[in-house]
């Protein structure tokens, strides 16, 4: 099967250090999703991108976080500077429309101490 | 894109059939309900959806009411491995399908 790949499974980093998220979505695949998932807010859309372009990042705090896609099979997202509340698994998934369902990745999971 | 509720916490016996509800009492015409599972430690899974007729596949049965106020996620013959949480989601089809996870249902499936 398929699969959306995400780079590094895990991460631990220093407060104050850049962290830098990668994702390979499925070839073919035009829509592209980024979720944060914590014990405390359970899973929260970041940000979303469409054919590459960013259709709506609302759920990310903007000051730290960025969403790229520099092409289509790598999407990225960064965070500068990183803080211990950002410790949480970064989910990628991909699809060609909600009604053929969306595939996730495995996450990363992130610690910043 | 209209609410849903779930129950927090559900059990089913190993082998037996787990029938998992959701209330989306203001859903509107054009919004699909969506189901999507997720294991300990991986990232959600898609299983289902569907409009207002039933719907199967190999993983599940989707059971929508007639007035598409409720629907219940149905696996036929639960096994440990179905052991998750469970996400029903309104949302209209199309361009934007934007996923919206809940808290959803925690399912265990016990031997």
């Known amino acids: 099967d398929a699969r959306v790949t995400q780079t590094p499974r895990h991460k631990v980093t220093e407060m104050g250090q850049e962290v830098t998220m990668r994702c390979q979505p499925i070839l073919g695949h035009n829509t592209v999703f980024w979720y944060r998932q914590t014990m405390m807010q359970g899973l929260e859309l970041l940000a979303y991108f469409r054919n590459r372009a960013p259709l709506d990042d609302s759920g990310m705090p903007k000051d730290r976080f960025s969403a790229e896609m520099p092409d289509a099979t790598l999407a990225t997202l960064k965070i500068q500077p990183s803080e211990p509340r950002d410790s949480a698994v970064y989910f990628c998934?991909?699809?060609?429309?909600?009604?053929?369902?969306?595939?996730f990745g495995s996450g990363t999971r992130l610690t910043v101490v | 894109d209209a609410k849903t509720t779930q129950p927090t916490s559900m059990d089913c016996a190993e082998g037996r059939a787990a029938n998992l509800p959701c209330n989306h009492s203001t859903i509107s015409g054009n919004e699909y309900v969506y189901w999507y599972r997720q294991i300990h430690s991986q990232g959600p899974q898609y299983i289902i959806h569907g409009l207002k007729n039933n719907e199967t596949n190999e993983m599940a049965s989707l059971i929508i009411t007639e007035d598409r106020k409720s629907s219940t996620l149905i696996l036929p013959h639960a096994t440990l491995r179905d052991t998750a949480v469970y996400y029903c989601?309104?949302?209209?089809?199309?361009?934007?399908?934007?996923?919206?996870f809940g808290q959803g249902t925690t399912l265990q499936v016990k031997p």
């Open positions: 998934a991909s699809g060609s429309g909600v009604n053929y369902g969306y595939t």
């Open positions: 989601i309104a949302l209209v089809s199309g361009n934007t399908g934007k996923l919206i």
